[in-house]
């Protein structure tokens, strides 16, 4: 038998091995997916073509607290969902793969914020 740690995913199947061409073409599937999320997002949420952070913006306003806080709020919820899948929680409202392209997509917005002060 084998002893897991608080924490461990037992595994139901044996993982495959990804080589590095295998991995960049996944990073390529990431990224195409990052940007169509960020896409939607503007529309959605910034609805602001000219301001990609007005929605945390209005929202750091109203708060009182920093834009890149309140950004820092939401990439927290979908860490949050990522650490449950890690620690074994599989039935989700949302597949893991969502939550990781919207935290790598709020990761980027963080970026742009970054820039925006240098």
């Not at 997916?33 to 503007?42: I, K, L, N």
């Not at 074994?88 to 409202?93: A, L």
Request: proline share 1%.
């Amino acid at each position: 038998m084998v002893e897991l740690k608080i924490g461990d995913r037992p595994r139901e199947k044996e993982e495959k091995k990804i080589s590095k061409a295998e991995m960049s073409r996944i990073m390529n599937t990431i990224m195409d997916s990052v940007e169509e999320a960020r896409d939607g997002g503007q529309d959605e949420y910034a609805r602001d073509t000219e301001n990609a952070f007005a929605n945390f913006e209005r929202i750091s306003s109203w708060t009182k607290i920093q834009r890149e806080k309140v950004l820092m709020v939401y990439l927290m919820k979908h860490i949050d969902g990522i650490m449950s899948w890690v620690d074994g929680n599989e039935s989700q409202r949302e597949d893991v793969t969502g939550r990781i392209t919207d935290a790598v997509t709020y990761l980027c917005l963080l970026w742009g914020m970054v820039e925006s002060k240098r």
